[in-house]
C-alpha cells in the first residue's frame, strides 16, 4: 500500500474483487504506479515486462528508475536491444527467451491500448512540441530530457511517420521536402493543432 498511497491501493483492490485478472490488472497496476511515479516528478522511469516460463504470460516487471539522463539512455537501449519488437520495428518493452526461441508473434493487451507503439510515440511528439520549428538534434536531445522510452532511431521513424500523415513539415537546407532519412540539422515544423 506504502508504494500506491490508500486511494490507488484501494482502486487496484477493488479492481481485483471485481474480477479484473492477467493483463488487464497488471496493465491498472502498471498505470497506477506510473501515475506515482510521474506525481514524483521521476523522469526517467523504463517498465520491462519479462516472460522466464513456459505458460506464456508475464511472469515480473522490472521499473527502471533513474535520476541520471546517462544512466537512462545506457539501461533505455539496453532494454530497446534485449526487447521483443512490434510490426513496425518499434520496442515493445517485453523480453521473453521463449517467443524468440518459438519464433512467434506478442501480443500484449493493455500495455499499449488499441494504437501502435509507432502512433502514440507520434502523438507524444505532437503533444509535447506543437507550434514549434526545431532542429532534429535538439529534439532528440529535449525527447531523451523528457524521458522517452525511445531511442534516436524510433524518434527519427516517428518524425517520418508524422511526416507522411502530413503532421509536421520537413525543412532540409531551408526547403520543404520528403524525406526518407532525416539528419540532426534537418528542422521539424510542427503545426499548433496537436495531435
Do not use: W
Not at 25 to 51: C, G, W, Y
Amino acid at each position: 500500500m506504502a508504494i500506491f498511497g490508500e486511494a490507488g491501493f484501494g482502486m487496484l483492490r477493488e479492481s481485483f474483487s471485481l474480477g479484473i485478472r492477467g493483463t488487464a490488472f497488471d496493465s491498472l497496476m502498471l498505470e497506477e504506479l506510473r501515475r506515482v511515479i510521474n506525481k514524483q516528478q521521476h523522469t526517467f522511469v523504463l517498465p520491462l515486462a519479462v516472460e522466464l516460463d513456459k505458460r506464456k504470460h508475464i511472469s515480473h516487471y522490472l521499473v527502471f528508475l533513474s535520476k541520471n539522463k546517462l544512466g537512462f539512455k545506457v539501461m533505455r537501449d539496453i532494454m530497446i536491444k534485449r526487447s521483443l519488437k512490434d510490426a513496425d520495428g518499434m520496442p515493445l518493452y517485453v523480453f521473453s527467451s521463449i517467443r524468440e526461441e518459438e519464433g512467434r508473434q506478442i501480443e500484449i493487451p493493455g500495455l499499449f491500448g488499441p494504437r501502435t507503439v509507432l502512433q502514440q510515440l507520434s502523438d507524444r511528439l505532437l503533444g509535447d512540441f506543437k507550434g514549434s520549428r526545431i532542429e532534429v538534434g535538439l529534439l532528440l536531445e529535449r525527447c531523451l530530457e523528457k524521458g522517452y522510452e525511445y531511442n534516436d532511431s524510433h524518434v527519427r521513424k516517428g518524425l517520418i511517420y508524422l511526416q507522411s500523415v502530413g503532421k509536421i513539415g520537413i525543412l532540409h537546407n531551408g526547403v520543404k521536402t520528403t524525406l526518407k532519412r532525416i539528419l540532426n540539422r534537418d528542422v521539424i515544423e510542427f503545426g499548433a493543432s496537436g495531435p
